[in-house]
């Protein structure tokens, strides 16, 4: 596999003349002119190596590398520096950057440096790998990540959570409510070689105002009347792992500055106590507020949410993933049929495209809900509209309503009608019947079209696809419950 590299060069000529010089190696070479375009790919995708000159506008290089090192501890990073620089250069490599090239430098010296580097860095990966089997191989990893989607945007957030869990650095978990960003942090910590150590839940918005000092940094014996002995914070129960401050943004005010203080030095003073003690927890903060916004109004201390903010991750609203849907509603009826040992419902089709069509105000954890709501009043008859709660909210939100805008450029009309077969082939797990009624057309049209873009029917295994209108995973297309 050719390594990815990205090269970070200001002046055009010398980036053109480098990666030519990598892309003749062999190499995949991205390259962006500015230290901050770099963060914003970095973000993005996955790279093995970042080629950074020291001379950059705004941003530099070495406060680049400062970055990664921090956000990407993985990635090998290699300084490009004229003279005038080579000495601090040499700093940074004993602080731990890999390698750094003097200009000018010949194509066998960049290629030395490059192979290298990424030796080095595929010897350290394969040895944190190997220690990661064998943590999990103890047992002492818990139930990895059970984070269920398949869609672009929340595919984008578990790469994202996998490349970053590693560092300490502390991550911001932003999203509305129930869109699972306390599964994300989890996901951070289990991911993490702190996966054996502790990892200890707040929620920032339940303790009273009063106590949240003293819960979160411990107090000394005597520190108030009744102390009659010294109790640990939820900072020293975390040590070695984990620490998660859920709805970070209703901490109260006077605690703020607290928090920031113990994010730089990384010590903790009890209440009642005026000696510091070293703790060694990451931190992973949630909210489903607008905190740069608290920010601006002043409820929220600027410092401390770029303190927090190290690594953001934002969780998606479900409306936004809708093809995740069906897959959750799945992943539910699985869950909830076993836990409450009953048999798995089945749906009128008007009740599944109602669920299908339904905005989810209340993401993920609405959707997990009304499974377990179904599941319970499941009878022999199958489930329909009016078992759904009284506030489900009004119909459709999509569809005939008007949903659809056409691009002011216009479309591909083929490549669009091929799309939404196979998404409707998709989300019925390839029951045509089905399919044929979500697209408002009957069998027939569906099966000549489905011929006439020559759609592979539903991927064989997950639930095979079907020869007739009274076939599918599902029974009889009228009651068809199409998670079967
Ligand atoms: N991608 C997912 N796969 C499986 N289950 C999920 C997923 N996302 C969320 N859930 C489930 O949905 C419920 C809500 O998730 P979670 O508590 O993490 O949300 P939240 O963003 O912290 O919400 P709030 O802001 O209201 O606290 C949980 O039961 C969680 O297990
Ligand atoms: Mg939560």
Not at 37 to 52: G, P, T
Not at 259 to 269: A, D, G, S
Request: hydrophobic content about 40%; aromatic content about 6%.
């Amino acid at each position: 596999m050719n390594a990815r590299l990205l090269l970070v060069e200001d002046e055009r000529a010398q980036r053109e003349l480098v990666a030519a010089l990598l892309r003749g190696a062999g190499y995949a070479v991205t390259d962006v002119s500015s230290a901050e375009e770099a963060i914003r790919r970095l973000e993005r995708e996955d790279f093995e190596l970042v080629l950074s000159d020291w001379r950059l506008p705004v941003m530099d290089g070495e406060q680049l590398y400062r970055e990664v090192r921090q956000r990407f501890p993985r990635l090998g990073f290699v300084l490009i520096t004229a003279y005038g620089t080579i000495a601090r250069a040499v700093a940074a490599v004993r602080a731990g950057a890999d390698d750094y090239l003097a200009k000018p430098f010949e194509r066998d010296e960049l290629l030395l440096s490059v192979e290298r580097t990424l030796r080095a860095r595929r010897l350290l990966d394969e040895n944190r790998r190997l220690e990661a089997a064998l943590v999990e191989a103890r047992g002492e990893r818990e139930r990895l990540v059970d984070l269920v989607g398949r869609s672009a945007a929340i595919q984008r957030v578990f790469r994202h959570v996998t490349r970053v869990a590693d560092s300490s650095a502390t991550v911001l978990v932003t999203g509305e409510s129930g869109t699972g960003k306390e599964l994300v942090a989890r996901a951070v910590h289990t991911l993490s070689l702190r996966a054996a150590r502790p990892f200890v839940a707040v929620n920032c918005a339940a303790i009273p105002e009063g106590l949240a000092e003293s819960e979160l940094f411990g107090s000394e014996r005597g520190a108030y009347s009744g102390a009659d002995r010294r109790r640990p914070g939820r900072f020293e129960a975390a040590e070695g792992g984990t620490l998660f401050l859920d709805e970070v943004g209703e901490l109260p005010a006077a605690v703020q500055p607290k928090l920031l203080r113990v994010l730089q030095e990384k010590c903790i003073v009890p209440v009642g106590g005026d000696t510091e003690r070293a703790v060694d927890v990451r931190i992973v903060a949630a909210t489903n507020r607008d905190l740069l916004a608290d920010v601006a109004r002043g409820r929220f201390r600027e410092d401390l949410y770029y303190r927090l903010c190290v690594i953001p991750v934002h969780m998606p609203a479900l409306r936004e993933r809708r093809e995740d849907v069906p897959l959750l509603l799945e992943h539910f009826l699985a869950a909830a049929c076993k836990r409450l040992g009953r048999p798995r419902p089945r749906f009128t089709s008007a009740l599944t495209r109602r669920i299908l069509d339904h905005a989810w105000p209340g993401n993920v954890r609405e959707l997990s809900n009304l499974v377990e709501r179904l599941v319970l009043l499941a009878t022999d008859a199958p489930l329909d509209l009016d078992d759904l709660p009284k506030d489900f909210g009004p119909e459709g939100t999509r569809g005939h309503s008007g949903a659809f805008r056409l691009d002011p450029g216009g479309i591909d009309w083929e490549a669009h009608e091929r799309d939404a077969l196979e998404q409707a082939l998709e989300l019925t797990r390839g029951n045509r019947a089905q399919a044929a009624k979500l697209l408002g057309m009957n069998y027939k049209a569906l099966l000549y079209r489905i011929e006439k873009h020559g759609v592979r029917p539903w991927p064989a295994g997950l639930g095979a696809s079907s020869n007739g209108p009274n076939e599918g995973p599902a029974g009889s297309p009228e009651t068809g419950t199409i998670f079967p």
